[in-house]
C-alpha cells in the first residue's frame, strides 16, 4: 500500500472515529443535565502512527454541535393545609415554580379549583394568581397580581418564583370538608411528550426539547374546613457570646412562640410540638408557658423536652378557646 491509499484508510479511519466521538459527546451532553443551551461541543481525533521510521499524526475533522434546550418545569407545593371557615375570601395556597431546564424560558401559569375526589370546589378569587413579592408566605398587600401574557415570569435555569393561588370559600362547606386547587407551569416555548423538539424555538435559536417533565408541572394544595382557627407565630433572637447579635458557633437563640385560637370553638387537647434544628444543641432548663418555667422531664407539669426520636420541646396547652388569649411558650438553643 503507498502512502497515498495509507492515507485514505487511515481518513476512513478517522471519520468513524470523529463520528464516535460525536455520538459520546451527544450521549455525554443527554447526562449533563445541567449544561447551558447553547455551549458547543467541540471534538478533533488524531492517530498517531510510524511509517518508515518517520512518527506522524493525521488529525480528523472537528466536529461541533450546539447543546439545545432541554424544557423542564417543577411545581412545589410550600402550604401545609390551609384552614378555613364558610365564606372565607382571599385565602392563599403557596407554591414554588422552578425552571429545571438548561435555558431561560418563560412560564405559564394557571389554576384549577375543580379537582376530582374533595368535599367541595373553592372558588378561584378575582385575581386568582400572585407573585409572593414579599416572601411572606400569604397573600398581602404588596404582591403583585400575574396578567398572563403581560409578566409571565422568565426563569434563567435552575431559577424559581413563589407563587400564590388564591381562592373563596363557598358558604355551604361544612366543618371537616377538604376543598383542592392545583397551580399549572407550562414552558411557554412548548409542552409534550418526552422528546418533543421545537426546532429553533430554544435560546439563541437552537432546537428546544422537551424533558422529562413534558416541559410543565402541577401540584395541589388543600383547604380544611374547621370550626376552630389557630395562630401560631414564632419569632427568633440571637445573643452571641460577646454581646452581640451574631449568629455564630456558641451563639443562643432563644424562640418565642405565640399560639393563639381565633374563632369560636374548642381546640381540644393542644399539644406544641416544635423539633430542635439541625446544627444546634437544646439549651437544658429552657422552656417556660407564658412565663412559668417547665421542666425538661416528663413529670406532672405542662410539657419536656422529648428526645425519644427527634428531639423535641413538648407542651401540652390543653382545651384551647378564644378566651384563653395568647398562649406564649418560650425555649432556646445554642448554636453548635
Known amino acids: ?15 468513524n472515529a470523529a463520528l464516535a466521538g460525536l455520538l459520546l459527546a451527544i450521549s455525554a451532553s443527554a447526562l449533563a443535565a445541567g449544561t447551558a443551551v447553547g455551549t458547543t461541543i467541540q471534538n478533533t481525533a488524531t492517530v498517531d502512527f510510524t511509517l518508515g521510521g518517520t512518527p506522524l499524526t493525521v488529525s480528523s475533522n472537528t466536529t461541533t454541535i450546539v447543546v439545545a434546550e432541554r424544557l423542564d418545569i417543577v411545581v412545589t407545593l410550600q ?18 415554580v422552578t425552571n429545571t431546564g438548561n435555558g431561560a424560558e418563560l412560564i405559564l401559569l ?3 379549583s375543580l379537582i ?18 414579599d416572601g411572606s408566605g400569604d397573600l398581602s398587600p404588596g404582591d403583585v397580581v400575574y396578567n398572563p401574557g403581560v409578566n409571565d415570569p422568565n426563569l434563567a435555569a435552575d431559577a424559581s418564583v413563589d407563587i400564590l ?21 407550562a414552558a411557554a416555548t412548548g409542552t ?3 422528546g418533543t423538539v421545537f426546532a429553533g424555538q430554544g435560546d439563541g435559536g437552537t432546537d428546544a426539547v422537551v424533558g422529562a417533565t413534558g416541559g410543565e408541572a402541577a401540584q395541589v394544595g388543600e383547604y380544611l374546613v374547621s370550626d376552630i382557627l389557630i395562630n ?3 419569632a427568633q433572637l440571637v445573643s452571641d457570646p460577646f454581646g452581640g447579635t451574631e449568629p455564630i458557633p456558641g451563639a443562643t437563640i432563644t424562640y418565642t412562640i405565640t399560639v393563639d385560637v381565633t374563632s369560636a370553638g374548642v381546640a381540644t387537647a393542644s399539644v406544641f410540638r416544635d423539633p430542635i434544628p439541625n446544627f444546634s444543641t437544646f439549651v437544658p432548663g429552657s422552656i417556660t408557658l407564658n412565663g412559668a418555667p417547665i421542666t425538661d422531664a416528663t413529670d ?36 453548635d
Open 1 to 15: 500500500m503507498n502512502i497515498a491509499d495509507h492515507k485514505k484508510c487511515i481518513s476512513g479511519l478517522l471519520q
Open 192 to 194: 409534550g411528550v418526552p
Open 300 to 335: 406532672a407539669d405542662a410539657g419536656e423536652f422529648d428526645t425519644s426520636v427527634v428531639p423535641t420541646v413538648v407542651v401540652r396547652l390543653g382545651d384551647l378557646t378564644l378566651a384563653d388569649g395568647i398562649q406564649i411558650v418560650v425555649f432556646q438553643v445554642r448554636i
Open 165 to 185: 393561588i388564591v381562592n373563596d370559600i363557598p358558604g355551604t362547606v361544612a366543618n371537616g370538608d377538604i376543598g383542592r386547587s392545583e397551580l399549572t407551569a
Open 79 to 96: 402550604s401545609g393545609q390551609v384552614l378555613v371557615a364558610a365564606n372565607d375570601v382571599n385565602q392563599a395556597l403557596l407554591f414554588t
Open 110 to 112: 394557571s389554576i384549577d
Open 116 to 133: 376530582a375526589g374533595d368535599q367541595f370546589d373553592p372558588t378561584p378569587a378575582v385575581p386568582e394568581i400572585y407573585f409572593d413579592t
Open 232 to 234: 401560631v407565630v414564632k
